[in-house]
């Protein structure tokens, strides 16, 4: 019997998560549906539930909904509760085990796909909402020089720093506070790329080789690449790979199986013009 999975948002439309487990699934020689759900804003918890009840095994969740999600865990493992939130459910009787694989699929896109490691590296991540919660710890295990959290709003960002007490050391603070200090990689995690909006980044925040790493996908050259690329950047991505590998993170949870991501990647990635 064909094991079923979905992936929950609002919208979803523009999911890629079908396609990505359906070649997955493909590649591995695993028997799956993976389909996109459009759950009310109003009515999450019931249409999982329902899910649930017609024999769904897992489920990823986007936006909106991950704060849901895990609120709805039985089972979260430190990745969601560090962060907050869950982009990953498996389903086994009453449990509902939860992870947060956005912070590894962005660590294994930075070492593993653009040969970047992480380790002994000055790293500066632009924002302090849910995104950047997902990737302190996963980062942070790479053991970089530093790890630095920069947020419009300042405190936010210090807010961070307690949070991740104990578990993660990091330098927070607004914009302005990185005047004179220059980073290996800086990672947007904001939604700029998405409001075409520029961040107040000041001169030399780029280091010479840097990589310029913006979480959103398919959007071309954000306002955000477009400051690496006039600051003599030359190494920019977007987060296609991310979310390819986020994805295998959560096959590999769900089928005990890890996909190649490679050709996947390959076939999703969107030149940066």
């Not at 430190?78 to 449990?95: M, Q």
């Not at 956005?102 to 995104?131: H, M, P, S």
């Not at 947020?151 to 949070?163: D, P």
């Not at 390819?244 to 999703?268: H, K, M, S, Y």
Request: glycine share 10%; proline share 5%.
């Amino acid at each position: 019997m064909t094991d079923r999975y979905a992936v929950f948002g609002n919208p979803i439309v523009q999911s890629k998560s079908p396609l990505i487990h359906s070649l997955f699934a493909q590649a591995t020689k695993q028997d799956i549906a993976y389909t996109a759900i459009e759950a009310p804003l109003e009515s999450f918890t019931a249409t999982l539930a329902r899910f649930r009840a017609e024999g769904g095994l897992g489920a990823n969740v986007t936006m909106p909904f991950k704060l849901q999600a895990f609120e709805l865990a039985t089972d979260p493992a430190d990745s969601a509760l560090l962060a907050g939130a869950a982009n990953a459910l498996k389903f086994e009787g009453d449990r509902i085990w939860a992870e947060n694989f956005d912070g590894v699929g962005l660590v294994n896109d930075i070492q593993r796909n653009l040969g970047t490691a992480l380790a002994g590296k000055r790293v500066l991540i632009c924002g302090a909402g849910g995104a950047t919660r997902g990737a302190i710890l996963p980062i942070a295990l790479q053991r970089p020089a530093l790890l630095a959290i920069a947020n419009r709003t300042a405190e936010t960002a210090h807010q961070l720093a307690r949070v991740f007490d104990g578990h993660a050391v990091l330098q927070t603070g607004g914009y302005e506070a990185l005047a004179g200090e220059s980073f290996d990689v800086v990672i947007n995690a904001t939604s700029t790329g998405l409001s075409q909006a520029s961040l107040p980044l000041p001169a030399g925040v780029f280091a010479p080789n840097a990589l310029a790493y913006e979480m959103v996908y398919g959007k071309g050259l954000t306002p955000f690449l477009k400051q690496a690329r006039a600051a003599g950047v030359g190494r920019i991505a977007d987060g296609v790979g991310m979310l390819v590998e986020q994805a295998a993170e959560a096959f590999a949870w769900w089928r005990g199986v890890r996909p190649d991501t490679q050709t996947v990647i390959q076939r999703l990635t969107v030149p940066l013009t």
